[in-house]
């Protein structure tokens, strides 16, 4: 069982930048895929940013160049470093684990078995 807890939304203005953490709790961090997710109101939950147990990254088109994900296996924590924002990345961002680290799989929210709280990020124009 992981539980994860993420904190450092916020309101903030267009070119403005956030950085959110994931703190997950287990022995075994290490070895899950951890990604994050947002949804907007009235939209689908979608896929954000993933990194796996040894760094291997991917990223949603439209943050690229803007985000950063990271982890520190040590700490058991990840983290998403956003900047640039603009009023379209206002969502409820969502931390999440999957044992899965395929390429194919962690795009997907099916894919993920644990999921925070969420914490809600809203950047105005």
């Known amino acids: 069982q992981v539980q994860l807890v993420e904190s450092g939304g916020g309101l903030v203005q267009a070119g403005g930048s956030l950085k959110l953490s994931c703190a997950a709790s287990?022995?075994?961090?290490?070895?899950?895929?951890m990604g994050w997710f947002r949804q907007a109101p009235g939209k689908e939950r979608e896929f954000v940013a993933a990194?796996?147990?040894?760094?291997?990254?991917r990223y949603t088109d439209s943050v690229k160049g803007r985000f950063t994900i990271s982890r520190d296996n040590a700490k058991n924590t990840v983290s998403l470093q956003m900047n640039s924002l603009k009023p379209e990345d206002t969502a409820v961002y969502y931390c999440?684990?999957?044992?899965?680290?395929?390429?194919?799989?962690?795009?997907?929210?099916?894919?993920?078995?644990?999921w925070g709280q969420g914490t809600q990020v809203t950047v105005s124009s």
């Open positions: 287990g022995r075994t961090f290490s070895s899950y895929t």
């Open positions: 990194i796996n147990g040894i760094g291997s990254i």
């Open positions: 999440a684990a999957t044992t899965l680290n395929d390429r194919a799989s962690i795009y997907y929210k099916k894919s993920y078995d644990y």
